[in-house]
């Protein structure tokens, strides 16, 4: 059996979008995947900064999941994919607001000047004092004013940024807790950056899987189904599509109703009728003389006399 040249062209057009399909998603699923590793190492950095950046990473690397394994599933294919799609969209709106916050947590919140100038200090536990119970004072200068900054262990803090005339609010991270050393503030203004970067491609590639799976969930959905194998049976005289009809049934070798007659052909008569019956019904022996008899019983009744009747009715007896 050779398909048509239509039915390649779809079949061919339905593996280039499946395949297409498959590899925006795997990518998608790459991508989301390292913007969970970078949003995670970015909020375990410091204590104090917050960071939002993963939650796209989460979402979104659960719908290429999804969408890889609704490619690959032969039923219940469409219900996968639009679960997919419909993570992958949440991870897309994650992805805006996440690079929006990020980047103003990383342009306006953070200063990394006096980082990179070593005017910043670290502070460590003191001896024999465990992490986050033992808490300090120390004294910073600002505008030629002394004041008391409380800091607790492991904390890099910078007295050029800790305004003494309003201690309740600063418009910027004057201390990062929770950090080995003063550089991890400036690894977490980088990942901040790195974060808002990868997130800004994963909104674009989130959206162009999005579509890219739901043109193939639609595609999927009219797809026709592949074509029967047509056998050929020379001893029934008729072909035979496998794969239509149940196993477990089979078709009368014969019909056991009259053929329509043609439109415009002349009536046949009885005889022509029997004659044509006849010639089908060759494979039981004895059916076309009690066909006949049955078939002119009333045409019988008026030639014969009752002794012929007799003995036409013993012998029907007989062969039936």
């Known amino acids: 059996y050779k398909p048509p040249v239509r039915l390649n062209l779809m079949l061919n057009s339905y593996l280039r979008r499946r395949k297409t399909a498959l590899w925006v998603t795997v990518s998608l699923l790459a991508l989301a995947l390292v913007v969970l590793a970078v949003g995670l190492i970015s909020a375990t950095r410091t204590d104090n900064v917050p960071v939002a ?3 796209p990473g989460i979402t979104m690397s659960f719908g290429a999941f999804l969408g890889i394994v609704g490619i690959y599933l032969v039923e219940n294919r469409r219900p996968m994919l639009m679960a997919a799609i419909i993570f992958i969209s949440i991870g897309v709106i ?18 990394t000047r006096p980082l990179q100038e070593d005017m910043c200090d670290f502070y460590a536990s003191g001896a024999g004092y465990a992490y986050d119970s033992y808490y300090t004072e120390v004294t910073c200068r600002s505008f030629d004013k002394a ?29 990062f807790t929770g950090v080995s050393s003063c550089w991890d503030a400036i690894h977490l203004y980088r990942l901040l950056w790195a974060s808002v970067v990868l997130n800004v491609i994963g909104l674009f590639l989130g959206i162009i899987t999005a579509a890219i799976l739901g ?12 074509p029967p194998h047509i056998l050929y049976n020379p001893t029934q005289h008729m072909l035979t599509y496998a794969g239509f009809c149940p196993s477990g049934q ?17 009536n046949k008569t009885k005889k022509e009728q ?13 059916s076309c003389y ?6 002119h019983w009333n045409d019988l009744l008026g030639h014969l006399n009752r002794t012929e009747i007799l003995l036409m009715l013993l012998i029907t007896l007989c062969l039936t």
């Open 53 to 55: 950046g993963y939650y």
């Open 250 to 266: 089979t078709l009368p070798a014969y019909p056991n109703y009259p053929i329509p007659m043609q439109v415009g052909a002349r």
């Open 147 to 175: 004041c008391k900054l409380k800091l607790r262990s492991n904390t890099c803090y910078c007295c050029y940024l800790y305004n003494c005339e309003s201690t309740e609010y600063h418009t910027q991270y004057y201390e």
């Open 94 to 111: 994650a992805s805006f607001f996440c690079a929006i916050v990020d980047g103003i947590i990383a342009s306006e919140f953070i200063d």
């Open 290 to 295: 009690n066909l006949y008899v049955w078939f």
């Open 215 to 226: 043109a193939y969930k639609d595609m999927v959905s009219y797809h026709p189904a592949p």
């Open 274 to 286: 029997f004659s044509e019956k006849c010639k089908k019904l060759t494979d039981v022996p004895f």
